[in-house]
């Protein structure tokens, strides 16, 4: 028997509706104690209007009550939950009373863990339950419902079953000698093996874009001090997110926002000036400034265009073709330019006043255009890197089975990889997922969820 849970599902903010969530076998029996209305004979997933009482049976508030019973329910439990106003408070009091009522407290994730622990989702869904709601983009919306709808377990599981099947047979034929079973040999499993092998390699090639989509691009503006870099910054998140000056060195340590540009998410990363310093202070900043560049998946160079290039400059430039890609920005056209494009030796390079916001625009499509990418976010990217890592196990258990193959070795000793392969993806699926893994993983959840 279940415990009955109870949480706020819609967090603790002013709002037009609010709800309260129950699960558990005799979530209906406790509702019915703080409602006016029974519930027993209450069709599944009807709304019905009554009124809520708190702990000293008051009535706090006119909601609407909706019960959906085992096993058609989100976490496969019976569950009630009521839609009301969103008042903080009357959600607090209405949430006493169930406690009261015989609720325990849900603890975080606990919701989609009952869904998990009870066969609803596998966890490739439930991990992508929080990916969904963290979302900033309408892209990481897509790919992850299409997670939470199954996309991920349709590519695992027909491999899952394939290697399950090999290895079903081998110790059929080794169990039951004497029964009519097909002999076993390996070369019938080549390609099959071979095929599973591609697949994850599919997957595993789907990751660059999926970690972009799910924590956005990093995105260092580097330049010589006193170029806009943090004016660039302003102008991008639209309000004074760092300190503009006309001072050189006035940047000092790495400043963060994050913004959109399209559909692409970026974590822009303000960096000091880059030049040789005797200031202590700025040089260390100057050390962030250079380790921001050699993470970043995006460089934007900044001069000062109505200045000419200069040693500097060049030597910025060498350090931001090393990123993985890299725009060039001259700022500051609303003063005239004197650098020419073709100065520059990079494969995009935009004019732009961070001041007026000429150029912004273009810079905006253009990182779009480079980061938005041809796959389609419908759930098929991989972009959790716990899964990434299984998958690559998988994988390289998979790859060395086939080498196995290859040099003749005995069944017994290429099943140890199939196996390796097997517990791999059944971490992904959690089907073979440690308990300590699974309950960081719920940890994760905001309480409600």
Known sequence: MSHTIA??????????IGILRLSGDDCIEIAEKVFSRPLQSVPDRKLILGELFDIQSRAI??????????????????????????????????????????????????FTKRAFLNGKLDLTQAEAVIDLIEAETADAAANAAGQVGGRLQKVLLPV??????????FH??????????EDFGLSNYAASLRSDAKALYALLQTYGQGRILRQGVKTAIVGRPNVGKSSLLNALAGFDRAIVTDIPGTTRDTVEETVLAGSTRLRLIDTAGIRQTADTVEAMGVDRSRKALEEADLALFVCDGSQPLDREDREIIDLCLEAPQAIALINKTDLGSVVEPAELPFMQVIPISAGTGEGLDLLRNCIDDLFAGEVPCDG?????????????????????????LKLGVTPDALLLDVEAAMESIGEVTGATVREDITARIFERFCVGK
């Open 61 to 110: 508030d006119q909601c609407m009550a909706v019960v959906s019973r085992a096993p058609h329910s989100y976490t496969g439990e019976n569950t009630v939950e009521f839609h009301c106003h969103g008042s903080p408070a009357v959600l607090a009091a209405g949430l006493q009373s169930l406690y009261a009522a015989g609720a325990r407290p849900a603890r975080r994730g606990e």
């Open 172 to 181: 059929a034929v080794l169990d039951y000698p004497d029964e009519d079973i």
């Open 380 to 404: 098929s990217i991989l972009t959790n890197p716990r899964q990434y890592d299984a998958c690559r196990r998988a994988y390289e258990s998979l790859l060395s089975a086939l080498r196995g």
């Open 160 to 169: 899952y079953d394939r290697l399950t099947d090999l290895c079903s047979h």
């Open 7 to 16: 949480a706020v599902s819609t967090g603790n903010q002013v709002a037009a």
